[in-house]
């Protein structure tokens, strides 16, 4: 079995490389540090991006800088600050990324966020 221990380290995310993704508007710019069972990304929304897809996967969602707007599917959203933080598992919404003037994340996802397979009785 694949050991997912982490041992002490550091990311110097100067050093890390930025891939860049379109939205439907805007552009988003990922830098991505993979783990088994993990994924720890530095994300950048340019100004007016608006994600091109409705995403399902769990995250904990730290803003950086700026502030951007987490649209849900079924009509709600949420306003995130700098400072803010959300949090969702697996499957448990379908949403995507809004934001006016740009904003900087820190995004942590991976197998902790998956929801327990159900049991039968």
Known sequence: MPSSNIPFQTIDWAKVPKTEY???TGMAS???VQYEGL???IVEYSTGYIADHWCKKGHIVQCLEGSF???MSDGSAFKLDQG????VSDNLSSH???TETGVKLLIIDGDFLQLPPETSL
């Open 84 to 87: 803010m933080t959300y949090i």
């Open 96 to 98: 995507r990324s809004v």
């Open 30 to 32: 990922w830098q991505t």
């Open 22 to 24: 379109p939205g439907e």
């Open 69 to 71: 707007t987490s649209e």
């Open 39 to 41: 994924r720890i990304r």
